[in-house]
């Protein structure tokens, strides 16, 4: 198995960037909020963040405007000057080409994509993989950074029913990638054992990372099957997406994990 990079991901959500509509923060409150989201996740023993702009709906389905690519590297920069803990870069919808830029000018270890092979139907419309650009911009900036993508990501459907293993397979052998990421339907939504299972049959040695729904409760099970896991709403206060990380949440998931 390639090395996973982390076997715990913490989520750094970024609320609503100036020029979003739910933009409540001024961009130094953000960066405030970020910093100490980021500070108690390292306290707590986390091994890597992922930096992501949760807060901007509705998002965009392809590129992302140049503030939004402006603001995430500033903040990837922030993270990655005050702690030395591996990044990773998400800008959601699916812009995998600003993630990229992000990722390589802030010295970020990875990116993550939630459509990188195939078509989905999603909030946004028909978001279609583009793998065969995101790999040659990566070759061109020369830049070390992996891909992890996710199969039958959460808030979509397919556009034609393909099922775990072949969603998989595709992912890495003709998509390239360097990481899988399955998920539940939404956001904290429980990862299928059975779709672990089966992603981590297909996906050879490549990472298999459970991408939701993962909590104190569980996180000792999933890790019997998956690499690694990325934790967001776990972590928050009263268990709510859009709270603070809050330092309680995070110990008692790191305590669990190994039982």
Known sequence: MKNPIAR???MLHVPALPGSPRNELGFSEIVDWVSKD????AAGGVDAFLLENFGDMPFYPGRVPAHTVAFMTAL??????SFSLPLGINILRNDAEAAIAVAAAVCAEFIRVNVHTGARVTDQGLIEGRAHETLRYRLSLGA????????DV???APVALRGMKVEVEELVSRGGADAVIVTGSATGSPTSFEDLKTAKEAAGKVPVFAGSGVEASNVAAVLKIADGVI??????R???TENPVEADRV??????MGS
């Open 251 to 256: 110990r008692k998931f790191m305590s669990k």
């Open 76 to 81: 990837g920069r922030e993270v990655k000057r």
């Open 238 to 240: 009263d268990g709510i």
């Open 38 to 41: 980021a500070g108690v996740l």
């Open 144 to 151: 070390d950074i992996r891909i992890f993508a996710d199969a």
């Open 231 to 236: 934790v967001g709403t776990a972590f928050k």
């Open 154 to 156: 959460k808030h979509s």
């Open 8 to 10: 715990i991901i913490g």
